[in-house]
């Protein structure tokens, strides 16, 4: 593998389920992202690690738990998510936070739908 | 606020048209502008970084400038591989990494 990978690519959940997306990072960086994307807005930035630590939680609603273990994996956990929460959901990672211009490499997204 | 607007939201051309797509930007002070490429139900994928006004940066077929208050992504003589929605994204002085991301602009390459 290479690159920043995600599972699963579709995920199809009502609004009573729990499930968990999952990144993983091949690029021996040590920040981690998730964003959400709707159509025709821009990328929504929703939590921010470096080195394992949360640096930015962008007032996400707590239906929406990042886990992050390490610097190569990043979880997303849903649990009683609402139709609007459909959307392609990013992960994305880069070298570090100490400053200075530092690029975002994204994963292929996990398209989520929200019944 | 800062803000960045990209124009316009889709733009058609035919095959070997070239054009020109406009990112402006409103921040107190630029680290870097980053340009992305986006397919259907894929990530985005890097293209290019630019740091100060007067700057270029070429691949293949694009070429990506940059002024004190826009960018712009020239592609010449597009071919119908180039389809895709292309992303700007503005890194402020003040932000060690968040990102002000325009909605994009779409481009479609008819054969």
């Known amino acids: 593998e290479t690159g920043v990978t995600q599972t699963p690519r579709h995920l199809v959940m009502g609004m009573t389920n729990k499930k968990s997306l999952k990144c993983e990072q091949h690029?021996?960086?040590?920040?981690m992202y998730w964003y959400k994307q709707s159509a025709k807005k821009p990328l929504e930035l929703m939590f921010v690690?470096?080195?394992?630590?949360?640096?930015e939680n962008n007032s996400v609603p707590s239906r929406f738990s990042p886990e992050c273990p390490n610097s190569s994996h990043l979880f997303l956990h849903l649990h009683t998510l609402q139709p609007e929460d459909s959307a392609l959901y990013l992960c994305?990672?880069?070298?570090?936070?100490?400053?200075?211009?530092?690029?975002?490499?994204f994963g292929p997204g996990t398209r989520l739908t929200v019944l | 606020e800062d803000q960045v607007t990209q124009s316009p939201e889709a733009l058609r051309l035919q095959e070997g048209e070239s054009s020109s797509l406009n990112c402006s930007y409103t921040?107190?002070?630029?680290?870097?502008l980053f340009w992305y490429r986006q397919d259907p139900g894929k990530g985005p994928e890097f293209l290019f970084t630019?740091?100060?006004?007067?700057e270029e940066k070429e691949k293949e077929r694009l070429k990506a400038t940059l002024t004190k208050k826009e960018s712009f992504l020239h592609i010449t003589a597009p071919k119908p591989e180039d389809s895709a929605t292309y992303l700007c994204a503005v890194q402020a002085v003040e932000s060690n990494y968040q990102l002000i991301w325009g909605a994009g602009t779409k481009l479609i390459i008819k054969p």
């Open positions: 630019l740091y100060s006004a007067g």
């Open positions: 994305a990672s880069s070298q570090t936070l100490a400053g200075g211009v530092d690029t975002q490499y």
């Open positions: 690029l021996g960086h040590n920040a």
């Open positions: 690690y470096n080195f394992k630590e949360q640096t």
């Open positions: 921040v107190s002070g630029l680290r870097g």
